[in-house]
């Protein structure tokens, strides 16, 4: 069954390398990709999803940055989770920082990772393997 991801994410080259990656597993029918630059942006597409009776395409899965401008991901983590209908939402972190505090913050938040940017190089073609495995393999929370 396909999904939906949305990934949240300021950085241009990011967003170009994502794009590359899902390519394929778009084409293949795996995977729906939506993209934000801002956690505003994903925060308002989540509230026209809660406000609508016939907007039914809650992600699957979201890949969330931390470091945006407007809103950061832990602003973004708190706003979904604050939200019944979200609370069991999968969120993914995938950021620069490996801070372990933030680290820490984040599976306070329950994430269900944590992926450093910097640690994956230029794997994102793995994320999207990772992304199905966990998708066929993990009953997701129903939408």
Do not use: C, Q, W
Not at 8 to 15: M, R
Not at 50 to 63: C, E, F, G, Q, V
């Amino acid at each position: 069954m396909r999904k939906n991801i949305f990934f949240v994410d300021d950085g241009e080259t990011d967003v170009i390398a994502i794009k590359r990656a899902f390519n394929k597993k778009v084409h293949d029918g795996k995977f729906d990709l939506d993209i934000f630059r801002d956690g505003e942006a994903v925060t308002d597409r989540l509230e026209e999803i809660d406000a609508s009776t016939t907007d039914n395409k809650i992600p699957d899965i979201i890949l969330l940055d931390l470091n945006m401008p407007k809103m950061g991901g832990f602003e973004v983590l708190d706003k979904i989770r604050s939200n019944h209908k979200f609370k069991t939402m999968v969120i993914f972190i995938l950021t620069t920082s490996n801070n372990p505090e933030e680290i820490k913050r984040a599976y306070g938040k329950n994430v269900a990772g944590y992926l450093v940017k910097d640690e994956m190089g230029n794997r994102y073609e793995r994320l999207t393997e990772l992304l199905e495995t966990y998708s066929d393999t993990v009953a997701l929370p129903p939408n």
